[in-house]
Structure formats: structure tokens, C-alpha cells
């Protein structure tokens, strides 16, 4: 590149439409309907290698025309590049912090330091070269979308949560879950966000709070 370009995140990788249109050019599928490819877009959220996976899965079992429903082993392929080839690759603490975090439905760096300083112990700190945990994963184009006009929250892309939260089970103690919903619900009545806070609370194994 020439070093013209500093990095590249999610916004400029992330396929649309048209460019899913060339995507399917290219590997000779002309007969998805318009609503299957809207419903492959929707679920890979434009992450071009999950289209892949997709649609090699649905030529496969030459299920092309049923689009999502007739998909069978695509998302334990993607569950697997997420553990080899993103997952495993991690700091344990970030793999700590991933895991944490993704039980939240959104976050924003205030959120995330609150919970840190509340569940984490000592020592499990990282400064994530000084940049903040949200920064971090933008850095490592970590599957994290913008929420909003601000910039201030963020969600993981739906597939990646679903794959961390499962493999929270095998990462978490119940008492850590405990304490992200507690924190999480602290955090949330502070900022006044009632609903949000009682959602936490009652998730938590904490009857007083």
C-alpha cells in the first residue's frame, strides 16, 4: 500500500450489497432469489469469509435455493475459524475480556473499565498498548460494530458473540458471571437506565440486589 493506508477495520471490509451481487458473480450463483441473499447479508453481516463458508455450504448440499434454511454445517465451520484463527490467537486476559463481554448486548469503554475494576483481580490489567479495550479490538478488526450516532457503544457481530458466549461455559466461573451482572447492573442505575439495570440484576444470583 505504500504505507498510504494506516489500517483498515470493519466499515471498509465488510461486503454490501453490491459487492455481494460480485461475490456471487464470480463463483457462478445466479439463482438465489433477491430475499435469500438479503437473509445471507443480514446473517454473515457482510464479513466476506462467513459468505464463503455459506455459500459453499449451501452448493454443497445443492441447497442453493432455500437459502439460510438449508445450510448445515456452516456455522460449525465459522465456529472453528473463530476459535483457530481469531480465539486462540488472544492474550488470556483478553480472552477473559471477550468472553466477559460478550454476555453484555452493548458496551462502551466506560461500561468495560467499570466491570474490569469490579471482577477482575489484580494483575489481570492490561493497558491494550494504552489505546483502551474498544480500541483494541478495532485494531484486530475483532468483529466489533458501532452502535449509534456517537460511536460510543458497541456490539459484537451477532455470530461472534453467540460463539464466545458459548465458549464462555468452558472460560467462566459462575461467581465471574455473577459479578459482570452485578457490576453491569450497578452501572447502568447510576446512569439512570432502569430496564437495562434490572435486567442484569435479575440475572445475577443475588437476591438483595
Not at 453481516?45 to 448445515?72: C, F, I, P, Q, S
Not at 468452558?170 to 452485578?182: A, Q
Amino acid at each position: 500500500m505504500h504505507s498510504k493506508i494506516a489500517e483498515m477495520t470493519i466499515n471498509e471490509l465488510q461486503f454490501y450489497s453490491n459487492e455481494f451481487d460480485t461475490l456471487l458473480q464470480h463463483k457462478n450463483i445466479f439463482d438465489l432469489a433477491d430475499l435469500k441473499k438479503h437473509d445471507i447479508l443480514t446473517y454473515t453481516e457482510g464479513w466476506v469469509a462467513g459468505m464463503h463458508l455459506v455459500l459453499n455450504d449451501l452448493k454443497r448440499y445443492g441447497e442453493l435455493t432455500k437459502g439460510l434454511a438449508g445450510m448445515k454445517h456452516a456455522k460449525e465451520q465459522i465456529f472453528d475459524i473463530f476459535l483457530e484463527d481469531v480465539f486462540s490467537q488472544q492474550d488470556p486476559i483478553i480472552k477473559k475480556q471477550l468472553v466477559l463481554s460478550a454476555h453484555l448486548k452493548s458496551f462502551s469503554e466506560d461500561l468495560i473499565n467499570h466491570i474490569s475494576a469490579e471482577c477482575f483481580e489484580e494483575g489481570e490489567h492490561i493497558d491494550y498498548n494504552r489505546s483502551g479495550f474498544i480500541r483494541y479490538l478495532q485494531r484486530r478488526n475483532l468483529f466489533l460494530v458501532k452502535m449509534g450516532a456517537n460511536n460510543e457503544f458497541f456490539r459484537y457481530h451477532h455470530l461472534f458473540q453467540e460463539f464466545l458466549i458459548k465458549h464462555s461455559a468452558y472460560l467462566l466461573e459462575r461467581d465471574m458471571l455473577n459479578c459482570l451482572f452485578i457490576s453491569a447492573a450497578t452501572w447502568y442505575s447510576d446512569k439512570g437506565f432502569v430496564e437495562d439495570a434490572l435486567g442484569f440484576a435479575l440475572k445475577a444470583d443475588n437476591d438483595a440486589k
